[in-house]
């Protein structure tokens, strides 16, 4: 197939989901009438259809769509993140360099496919000029909890969440064109391996694993929901330079590296007091609550892949 074929085809099977689950939504709803758990599973499908639309068209502008669209979700989550944070007057400027300095130069570089200096950019221009910014003020009560707090959410949510589209500018032999196959794989094994936790938990578990995190996550719904996302990333081995077996076993990092994120970020919220990071999302709470995996799982799928495949 042509990579327009590809997409065309992977779309097709989404799309063919997503009316399926719309139709089954449809149906409880018929027999179960108010069902806190059919209303809520109604709400996450319409989320999925407003995301996936929202993809489909990044993904029809190509890279400058698809780098605008992830630089507007950072922007969105980081927000989510210094919402719960303990900074104060004296990390304005601070916060303000990281909407309007750090952030943009990120995504900038990605863009030019400057990867050397994008790689470094935040991990160490940024985590140096931050503090700086906050020490003008002279005011240190907190002052390592607030500023590692603003360090954290960039890293997070600019540095990880733009190796998303990072993965557009990986030249890959054989592959040229088709790099935004990459970030679709990404998305949708990543996103599957949550959904199945879920359902598997749901059906068999008995289990909890981390209660205090989250009381939802069971060992059974683990094994089958990453087992079950694994054998999806196997299946779609034809969108991506990786051969079936290959494919697995990237799933399968991805997958682990994605439940290991949303752990992380459920710890966050916990020591805050909060359930979701926000309500931009319908049914999803926000966009870090979707994301949080992704922001895990996104920076070790861009390096194994350009470690492996770059030829």
Partial sequence: ??????????FIGVLAVL?????????????????????????????????????GVAFLFGKTGVVLLFAILSAVALYEFTILTTNGHADRLAIFAAFIVVLPVQYWLVWTQWYGLFSIFIPVYGFLLLPVLSMLRADTTNFMSR????????????????????????????FEGR???LIAFL????????????????????????????????????????????????LLW???????????????????????????????????GVKDWGYVIKGHGG?????????FSAPIFFHVVRYWWLG
């Fill in 187 to 234: 998305i949708i094994v990543v996103q599957a391996s949550d959904v199945l936790q879920y359902v598997w938990g749901k059906l068999m578990g008995r289990h909890k694993l981390a209660p205090s995190l989250s009381p939802s996550k069971t060992v059974e719904g683990l094994v089958g929901g990453v087992a079950s996302a694994t054998l999806l990333g196997a």
């Fill in 238 to 272: 034809w969108i991506t330079p990786f051969s079936m077996v290959q494919a697995a076993m990237v799933a399968l990092i991805i997958n682990v590296m994605g439940f290991l994120g949303g752990l992380v970020m459920s710890a966050i919220k916990r020591d805050r």
């Fill in 19 to 55: 009316l399926l689950a719309s139709a089954a939504g449809y149906w409880m709803s018929r027999r179960k009438g108010a069902d806190a758990s059919v209303q809520n599973f109604n709400a996450r499908t319409i989320a999925w259809w407003a995301m996936v639309v929202l993809i």
């Fill in 1 to 10: 197939m042509s990579a327009n074929e590809q997409i065309q085809t992977l």
């Fill in 287 to 295: 966009v870090l609550d979707r994301l949080d995996s992704i922001v």
């Fill in 147 to 174: 500023i590692s707090e603003l360090q954290w959410g960039v890293m997070i949510a600019v540095f990880s969440l733009s190796h998303v589209p990072a993965l557009m500018v990986i030249n890959i032999p054989g």
């Fill in 179 to 181: 790099n935004i196959l």
